[in-house]
């Protein structure tokens, strides 16, 4: 079923609305302080002066630049290191313990290890977010590859192909579907990485703004600051589904 | 038929054993025979007769445990041809079909013009963009058969082709198979299941003992070429699926008298 682009456009409007609606009939009607929930309109207010006054785009900023470098660096080591493991067996034997035991502890729980050893500018930040994005990534690389049907594989041999042509022709082509869905999932992974990395310790960005705000009991200022992170965190999943779009083309009946 | 004197393909003595966790499997054992230049074969077997296996150790994809290989020429062009299609879904039907010329240094529109050339020898015009998803069966074999014809390969080699088809498809692609093949005169194994099939292609049927895999009957087949559908009601025809259907039989499967292999080849 496929609905047109500018009905599914009003929907969301709608959508959106009704919500922002019930939250200010909810707001007015049970008379809550503001710094318990403010209504739309006060965290509106409060939006576009900070807005105005260049302090949500200077958290923003830092706060993006910590998730787009994590992804970045998170994101090449994993595939790379997902590459190796699916060719062998034995270094696959050797490393996994390392990745299961990593994985057991919560992102969380290590954070304020790592602003200790690594202090609290960009650097523990970003990895944070290396560390939230190198799973989900690393598995898929692993699974993609996996999945490489074995009689295409034959084909390529029976071709003769070298290593090189076989990675680039079959290996990469066949892999990207389950990749991607790899890196849509870090790219959400790697927006909590960096607040649970400000929120920890830091002096810059969004995460920095809800702990000062909270301190301030400047609740509107706190929902500004989520709703960014959300924006934020939508848009580089649309990013990665735009480039699955690009490059998936010829998978086009799924959306179907 | 005439053929020129060197075969394409000489098979001695030819021996396949795999083994693994659950111990030793014989799938070939002692198998000779020779494929003639430009001549098409038909290989016929029950299931697990290991002529999958032969057609591996063909394509070089097997490495036979004993015996020999020997191509007519030094770095023998071979194609393959799958029971599935095998074909990339992200390519198009031209871009699966110029695979093959794509890893060696050959400008692109030379590739581009000889999968022209082909796709409408297999008579896919009008498909050339088309992604294999909206290939009905007998349409992404076809795009198959000319990928594999793309190298121009020495000896041809088809692993049960239509046997993902149904039978009128079936018999539809057999006599397309040789009008490509009177086309681009190709030494040509073929793998399959049906007695009919075979007799109807080939100029030579050999069939494969079950396991370990022997040639049990080497049988020539004299019917005149071209091949049209009138061919299948010949007495001689009728003849030679007598005769083929024997071999295959119960009563003549060595293991089914024994319980276990037959130590010796037994001809039919």
């Known amino acids: ?256 | 038929m005439t053929f020129s004197p060197e075969p394409t393909v000489s098979v001695k003595n030819l021996e396949v054993v795999f083994s693994d966790a659950s111990g030793v499997v014989h799938a070939l054992r002692d198998v000779s025979f020779t494929l003639p230049h430009n001549s098409f074969t038909t290989l016929i077997g029950v299931s697990g007769s290991g002529k999958s296996t032969l057609l591996r150790v063909l394509a070089g994809l097997v490495e036979p445990t004993k015996g020999e290989v020997q191509f007519n020429k030094r770095q023998p062009r071979v194609g393959l041809v799958f029971q599935k299609p095998n074909l990339m879904p992200w390519r198009r039907v031209i871009e699966n079909i110029s695979l093959p010329l794509e890893l060696e240094n050959i400008p692109k529109e030379e590739i581009r013009a000889r999968a022209q050339e082909l796709i409408e020898l297999v008579g896919l015009e009008g498909f050339e963009q088309a992604y294999p998803r909206d290939l009905s069966g007998g349409m992404a074999q076809r795009v198959a058969i000319a990928r594999s014809l793309m190298q121009d390969p020495d000896l041809l080699l088809l692993d049960e082709p239509f046997g993902a088809l149904d039978a009128l498809m079936r018999e539809r692609m057999g006599d397309e198979l040789l009008k490509i093949w009177h086309a681009r005169r190709k030494t040509v194994l073929m793998v399959t299941h049906s007695i009919a099939e075979a007799i109807y292609l080939s100029d030579k049927v050999l069939v494969l003992s079950p396991r370990p895999g022997q040639i049990i009957l080497e049988l020539t087949v004299d019917l005149p070429r071209p091949r049209t559908p009138e061919v299948r009601y010949l007495p001689a025809f009728g003849d030679l699926v007598h005769e083929l259907r024997d071999c295959l039989s119960e009563e003549n499967n060595p293991s089914n008298l024994t319980g276990k292999p037959f130590p010796y080849k037994q001809e039919c």
């Open chain 1, 1 to 256: 079923m496929k609905i047109p682009t500018l009905q599914r456009l009003l929907m969301l409007v709608i959508s959106l609305s009704l919500g922002v609606w019930v939250w200010h009939l909810l707001a007015s009607f049970l008379r809550l302080p503001a710094f318990i929930l403010p209504g739309p309109t006060l965290v509106w207010q409060r939006f576009l002066q900070t807005l105005l006054s260049g302090q949500l785009i200077r958290h923003a900023s830092v706060t993006l630049l910590e998730v787009v470098a994590g992804l970045l660096v998170g994101g090449l080591s994993a595939t790379i290191l997902g590459y190796l493991l699916s060719k062998s067996p034995t270094f696959e034997n050797l490393i996994s313990p390392y990745l299961v035991a990593s994985q057991s502890i919560p992102i969380v729980a290590i954070a304020p290890l790592l602003v200790i050893w690594f202090g609290p500018g960009i650097f523990s930040k970003v990895l944070i977010c290396s560390l939230t994005v190198f799973f989900p990534v690393l598995i898929n690389t692993v699974v993609g590859l996996r999945e490489v049907p074995q009689d295409l594989r034959n084909l390529m041999r029976s071709l003769q192909a070298t290593p090189i042509q076989t990675f680039r022709k079959l290996e990469v082509p066949a892999a990207l579907p389950i990749f991607l869905g790899g890196l849509r999932v870090g790219a959400t992974l790697s927006v909590i990485g960096a607040v649970v990395g400000e929120l920890v310790g830091s002096d810059r960005g969004l995460g920095f703004l809800i702990n000062v705000a909270r301190g301030q009991y400047d609740t509107a200022l706190v929902f500004v600051a989520l709703f960014t992170l959300m924006m934020m965190a939508i848009a580089l999943y649309g990013l990665v589904l735009l480039i699955e779009s690009r490059l998936l083309a010829w998978q086009s009946w799924r959306q179907k």
